[in-house]
Each structure stands twice: as C-alpha cells, then as structure tokens.
C-alpha cells in the first residue's frame, strides 16, 4: 500500500515537473519561432533586396541622397566603386529596384557617403554636412529587443512607437537566416530588432 502511495506521488510529480517544462519552453520557443516564420515569409515576398515591404511603410522616407536620379547615380557609384554590395552579394546593375531609396541603399548610403560626396562632388546632391541620423520606431506593441542576435529571451520588449536607438546601416542574421537591424544606443552599446519590426524617422 505504501508503495503504490510513493508511485503514485512520484507519478504525479512527474506530470507536474512535465507540464512546467512544457508551458516554460511553449512561453520561451514558441513566440520566436511564430516570429521567425512571419519573418521569413515577409522576406520572401521581397522580390527585389532593395525595395522596402510596401505594405509596411516607414513613417518618413529616409532619401537624404536627392531625386531618383540622384538615387539611381549613387547606385551605379556603388556598383562601380563597391561591387557586390547587396545582401545577396550582387550588385544592382540597373535592375528592378533601380532608383529606390530601398533597405539596401540606405545601408550604403550611412556607410559610403562620405566618400561618394567626396569623390563625386554631386552638385544635385543636397545633404547638410552633418551626417544624417536615422531613427528606429518600434512598429507594435511588445516589439522584442535582443542584446544578440543568437539569443532567444529577448532584453527587453518596446512599447508601439517606442524609440529604440539609431539605425547603424548595419544587418545581421541568426542561425536559421532570420534578419535583424543593429541599433546602437545613446551609451554606445548595440540592441537588434527583427528586420521588419520598426518603422524608420529621419532626423
């Protein structure tokens, strides 16, 4: 009798211990992978690397290089001077997207316009000489804010319109492929959201 009573205990601490783990890991895995799967479709449906989801806009477009074609002169620049520069490691060759102030361009303009201004001399080109500076807004409520982009808990989860930091130009992608903006931090420290979690101010 009393061993069925100590089976019985164990039994039942089993199923408990069971049901935590269950419910932990639901908590933890679940909403990542729900998220990474919505990510992975949305980066599908892009059918060119430098055009911006047009179903989820930014709140203002971030073009400080000028018109179309000023946008389309910088392109060629970066074809010419930095090959391959896309994510996919191509380079755009005046192919679909060709003018877009896209994701891609942007990322090349915070990170090459220094030179290009310098190199170039672009009249047409209007942009003060200080460097723009390109705000990440959190698109909705309990946005995830991730110290790495390896880690699963994120550090932190923003409000809708919340401020996140400044974008770097730079992307980063986890081990199934998922993409992630950097943003750096009024301390210098450096956060990552999902690519298609904020919304883009110029400042």
């Known amino acids: 009798m009393e061993k069925e009573k100590k089976a019985k205990i164990i039994k039942i601490t089993s199923y408990s211990a069971l049901a935590i783990i269950t419910f932990v890991t ?111 807004i959190a698109k909705e409520t309990l946005t995830r804010v991730y110290k790495n982009v390896s880690d699963t808990i994120p550090i932190r989860w923003a409000g809708k319109f919340e401020y996140l930091g400044d974008l770097t130009g730079v992307v980063r992608y986890d081990y199934v492929g998922t993409k992630y903006l950097q943003l750096k931090l009024a301390d210098g420290s450096f956060r990552y959201v999902y690519y298609n979690a904020v919304l883009i101010k110029k400042v």
Do not use: C
């Open 26 to 136: 639901g908590m933890v895995f679940i909403p990542k992978l729900i998220r990474e799967i919505k990510s992975s479709k949305d980066i599908t449906k892009e059918t060119n690397p430098d055009v911006d989801n047009p179903i989820n806009p930014p709140v203002e477009t971030a073009n400080p290089i000028g018109t179309i074609d000023d946008v389309k002169r910088f392109q060629d620049w970066m074809d010419l001077k930095h090959a391959n520069w896309l994510d996919n490691h191509t380079s755009l060759n005046k192919g679909f997207g060709y003018g877009n102030f896209g994701s891609q361009t942007l990322k090349a303009w915070t990170k090459y316009s220094t030179e290009y201004l310098d190199k170039t001399k672009n009249p047409n080109v209007k942009i003060h000489s200080d460097k723009k500076i390109y705000k990440a």
